[in-house]
């Protein structure tokens, strides 16, 4: 592409214009869309293994409804995203399929165990938590299909985040044990879910051009702030100490201190799929196999009911 298309479509950019699918772009603004929609709708669609885990285990009739109704809601985030991705000119296929092969990533967050009840409790207040504080800047994200698919998740998301919460406050109020559950499961989501804000800003390999592009409203490290800053009291609320030594309140920057961030933790995950990357692939993989017949069946009506029209 020349310097003058390029520069005309910033000016487009700069001017907070939204581009739709059929306007001229960058190939490099089209792929890095591609990249960041597909793997944001392979997280949500795996995101829905580690808490459907818990569905039948929930502790009560109104817990579970609420879980499925989550989980059901995460894998209709996945199915807008796909649909997002799918408006420059890649097919939901060829997506699911270099998911299957490895080839894609996902938010690494969800390779991590949910090993208690009070694990949903921490992904909904923690994972939802950051997962909002990622998504509304979203909504105003310079690609139209990507920044409207956001507009509803984040309506459903905030009510994850809510019943999350609410499930930590119960344990926290509940027997020395339940809050004991709660403590051990902020140990084991705090770290990785400021993981799910990417690599701080100077590590980032999209995070400029995303940024000049409108793609991204804010750095990977001003939303991972926005985020400690905002769940540090939720935590004193709830009575759970955050597992960090070195957090500490800097008056003169307004905002929490953390100490360093464990990105060798972060490598291996990506790398090896962490502790339940290949459980999470095979899942999905089944999943996919048994669906065939019902996404064979559906083609097949579809084109009987387009003949049927066409008569
Ligand atoms: N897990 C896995 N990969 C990660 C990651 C994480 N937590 N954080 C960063 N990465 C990857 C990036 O994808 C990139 O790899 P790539 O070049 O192969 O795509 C590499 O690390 C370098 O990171 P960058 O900062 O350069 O990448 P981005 O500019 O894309 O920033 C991001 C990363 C902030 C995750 C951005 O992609 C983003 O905002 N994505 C949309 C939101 C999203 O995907 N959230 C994931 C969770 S979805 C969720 O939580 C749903 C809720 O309902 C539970």
């Known amino acids: 592409e020349d310097e003058a298309f390029l520069e005309a479509f910033q000016e487009r950019i700069d001017r907070e214009e939204k581009i739709e699918p059929n306007d001229p772009m960058p ?28 569905i039948t285990r929930a502790p009560s009739l109104k817990r579970k409804a609420a879980l499925l109704a989550k989980v059901q809601d995460e894998g209709g985030h996945g199915l807008y995203l796909y649909a997002a991705a799918e408006t420059l000119g890649v097919t939901r296929e060829e997506l699911v399929e270099q998911l299957l092969q490895g080839k894609a ?17 921490a992904i909904g207040w923690l994972v939802d938590g950051a997962a909002i504080m990622n998504q509304v800047p979203l ?3 310079s690609f139209g299909p990507y920044a409207r698919a ?35 499961a902020l140990d084991r989501w705090w770290w990785p ?27 990977n490290d001003a939303l991972r ?49 962490g502790f339940c990357g290949r459980d999470r692939i095979r899942n ?7 669906g065939a017949w019902v996404r064979e069946a559906a083609a097949a009506f579809a084109e009987k009911q387009a003949t049927r029209q066409a008569d």
């Not at 800097?250 to 464990?262: F, L, R, V």
Request: negative net charge.
């Open 27 to 54: 190939e490099g603004y089209r792929r890095t869309l591609v990249r960041q929609i597909s793997q944001h709708a392979h997280s949500e669609i795996i995101g829905m293994q580690p808490e459907g885990n818990w």
């Open 105 to 121: 990533k996902y938010s690494s967050i969800f390779t991590y165990p949910t090993l208690s009840w009070a694990d949903i409790g």
């Open 139 to 141: 909504c105003r994200c």
């Open 150 to 184: 956001m507009i509803r998740v984040c309506k459903e998301e905030s009510f994850h985040q809510r019943q999350g919460y609410e499930i930590m406050l119960t344990l926290c109020n509940g027997t020395p044990e339940q809050k004991a559950m709660a403590q051990d």
């Open 193 to 219: 879910s400021l993981m799910m804000f990417g690599p701080h800003d100077s590590e980032s390999q999209h995070g400029d051009q995303n940024m000049a592009w409108k793609i991204k409203r804010f750095t």
């Open 225 to 273: 702030q926005k985020f400690v800053d905002a769940t540090v009291p939720q935590a004193e609320f709830l009575g759970l100490k955050v597992p960090d030594p070195d957090l500490a309140w800097n008056e003169e920057k307004g905002g929490y201190d953390i100490g360093p961030i464990d990105w060798d933790e972060f490598r291996s995950v990506l790398k090896s799929g």
């Open 284 to 290: 999905r993989r089944r999943a996919e196999e048994d």
